[in-house]
């Protein structure tokens, strides 16, 4: 029981849980802020500018709490304004114009939610995991249903403004709900992809560069074209690797393994310091960490020596 109660309170007060519980009540504060009735400053109500320093110091944090994807946050931020907008012109005006554009906008919102599920696919395939199956569809139904909500909220808020009627308290109960799927979508898929498997990239490349350019890399990969990089060149004779597609033994899933002819030998990459070695070495010579034989299929998560891939 102590031994429990104690992972317990080890897990909460990891770094990074905090880092995730603060980004969450920053939201939750400027949610509760921003919708205050308070005098204006040059023609802005004060909550307006505490709202937006707030939501500036919860995307700090969102960058500590979710270091590996919180740049795909932008697809759900871009998923909520479009929905915000289309909904809002498709509601709040009767012209026929404003109604087109906001069918459109709307329209933008929905196609940007498909292309962040086509996103989740891509790291899917690339990345694998312990937990994320092809039969859990759980990212894909929560960003269907932060969609949903978002253009939900936003029609009870103009009710709201309309009639002033009940429908305020919808919409805040909705924009809550927002905020838990958000938060929930970035930390499920932070914390059930194998991101050791992330190519390490120059810290400039990262974030916005990386996410636009998964699925690209994704479909040269599966083509049999990887971009080029360092980690595209055997270490010991620089010589451009070829990419060698086996199958697993064991489900027949595919699995892209770099082999230099000039070597004649296996490259891997090192799950602890990410940099590209020979296969079959029992210790990385980069980081001096334990190298393991077995590979392990993203498919069904058994392991197995190369010489067993067909």
């Known amino acids: 029981m102590r031994n429990t109660l104690t992972n317990f309170i080890g897990r909460l007060l990891h770094r990074q849980t905090l880092f995730?519980?603060?980004?969450?009540?920053?939201?939750?504060?400027?949610?509760?802020?921003?919708?205050?009735?308070?005098?204006?400053?040059?023609?802005?109500?004060?909550s307006t500018i505490l709202w937006f320093f707030l939501i500036l110091i919860a995307f700090v944090f969102m960058i500590f709490a979710f270091p590996n994807i919180w740049a795909r946050s932008f697809f759900l931020a871009a998923i909520y304004a479009l929905s915000f907008f289309g909904t809002l012109l498709l509601s709040a005006y009767d012209e026929t114009i404003y109604k087109a554009v906001g069918a459109i906008v709307f329209i933008a919102s929905a196609?940007?939610?498909?292309?962040?599920?086509?996103?989740?696919?891509?790291?899917?395939?690339?990345?694998?995991?312990?937990?994320?199956?092809d039969e859990n569809k759980q990212p894909v139904l929560g960003a269907i249903s932060f969609f949903g909500i978002s253009a939900a909220s936003t029609?009870?808020?103009?009710?709201?403004?309309?009639?002033?009627?009940?429908?305020?308290?919808?919409?805040?109960?909705?924009?809550?709900?927002?905020?838990?799927?958000?938060?929930?979508?970035?930390?499920?898929?932070?914390?059930?992809?194998?991101?050791?498997?992330?190519e390490k990239l120059p810290m400039k490349k990262r974030g916005f560069a990386s996410f636009v350019s998964n699925v690209i890399r994704t479909v040269k990969i599966k083509s049999g074209h990887a971009p080029d990089s360092?980690?595209?060149?055997?270490?010991?004779?620089?010589?451009?690797?070829?990419?060698?597609?086996?199958?697993?033994?064991?489900?027949?899933?595919?699995?892209?393994?770099?082999?230099?002819?000039?070597?004649e030998e296996f490259f891997i990459k090192c799950s602890f310091c990410g940099e590209i070695i020979v296969y079959g070495q029992d210790v990385c010579?980069?980081?001096?960490?334990?190298?393991?034989?077995?590979?392990t299929c993203r498919h069904c998560r058994k392991e197995f020596e190369i010489r067993d891939w067909k």
């Not at 270490?235 to 230099?260: I, Q, T």
């Not at 010579?285 to 590979?295: A, D, G, R, T």
Request: proline share 3%; glycine share 6%; hydrophobic share 45%.
């Open 285 to 295: 010579q980069n980081c001096s960490s334990k190298v393991s034989k077995l590979i």
């Open 20 to 46: 995730m519980a603060a980004f969450f009540l920053l939201l939750l504060c400027a949610l509760a802020i921003g919708s205050l009735d308070t005098p204006q400053i040059y023609g802005i109500y004060i």
């Open 155 to 198: 029609y009870f808020w103009v009710q709201w403004v309309k009639k002033n009627g009940p429908f305020l308290t919808y919409h805040i109960a909705l924009e809550i709900l927002i905020v838990l799927l958000f938060v929930y979508l970035l930390g499920y898929l932070e914390t059930n992809f194998d991101w050791s498997r992330e």
């Open 230 to 263: 360092k980690s595209d060149y055997c270490p010991l004779c620089n010589s451009k690797f070829k990419l060698d597609e086996k199958r697993c033994p064991d489900c027949g899933g595919a699995e892209v393994f770099k082999w230099c002819d000039a070597s």
């Open 111 to 133: 196609g940007t939610c498909i292309v962040f599920m086509m996103e989740i696919r891509a790291l899917r395939e690339r990345l694998g995991n312990y937990k994320y199956g």
